[in-house]
């Protein structure tokens, strides 16, 4: 089973940052939180990860809680580009990736 | 450079046929999964292979499903005695360790497999 907790949807107004929210209150010490998104009809991309420090690429930011227990990954601009299943995983580097059912994020125009 | 690339892209075979699905993962990868995805639902982990060994087949979901990768590269999924059930898009990825740390995983853009 996928040790993480989403809202199944999600909308975000074209320009304004999407928060996707991620609970994972069992996570272990030596597991990273990772999210991958998918599109529709194409298998899923790679967005993010961290352990505990908070990260940054240039297609998002995750934030991780103190506690590690929780985390939020922020789209800073969405577009309709941006409209996917977000999917939050915690796993060890390296492992296999257990999906659960991820957040749609619907964003409108 | 190329990405992972999975064939063929479409499958329609009747129940009870043999079918093989292939991917080639990016090149230099050593580890190598297999993921099958139905209809509105997350992708499923089936098996794992790093180099030429499964590491991992504890998602293949009977013996009817078997998976390949002789040569630590390409990856063969055979599917005997095909079910309507065994109807899903079934994805393949890769990653590589870099300095002792794993990337993450890159997927291919799966086989939609449909079994009449």
């Known amino acids: 089973d996928a040790k993480t907790t989403q809202p199944p949807s999600m909308d975000c107004a074209e320009g304004r940052a999407a928060n996707l929210p991620c609970n994972h209150s069992t996570i272990s010490g030596n597991e990273y939180v990772y999210w991958y998104r998918q599109i529709h009809s194409q298998g899923p991309q790679y967005i993010i990860h961290g352990l505990k420090n908070n990260e940054t690429n240039e297609m998002a930011s995750l934030i991780i809680t103190e506690d590690r227990k929780s985390s939020t990954l922020i789209l800073p601009h969405a577009t309709l580009r941006d409209t996917a299943v977000y999917y939050c995983?915690?796993?060890?580097?390296?492992?296999?990736?257990?999906f659960g059912k991820g957040t749609r994020l619907h964003i409108l125009p | 450079g190329a990405g992972v690339s999975q064939t063929p892209s479409n499958k329609v075979t009747e129940k009870g046929k043999y079918v093989e699905l292939r991917c080639d993962p990016i090149?230099?990868?050593?580890?190598l999964y297999w993921y099958r995805q139905s209809l509105g639902q997350g992708p499923e982990f089936l098996i794992y292979f790093q180099g030429t060994g499964a590491a991992d087949d504890s998602g293949l979901p009977n013996d009817r499903f078997f998976a390949v990768r002789p040569e630590g590269s390409v990856s063969t999924l055979k599917i005997q005695r095909t079910e309507r059930g065994d109807s899903a898009v079934y994805l393949c990825?890769?990653?590589?360790?870099?300095?002792?740390?794993?990337?993450?995983?890159?997927f291919g853009p799966g086989t939609r497999l449909t079994v009449l």
């Open positions: 090149s230099g990868h050593t580890a």
């Open positions: 990825a890769s990653s590589q360790q870099y300095r002792g740390d794993w990337n993450e995983q890159f």
């Open positions: 995983i915690v796993r060890v580097a390296g492992d296999k990736i257990i």
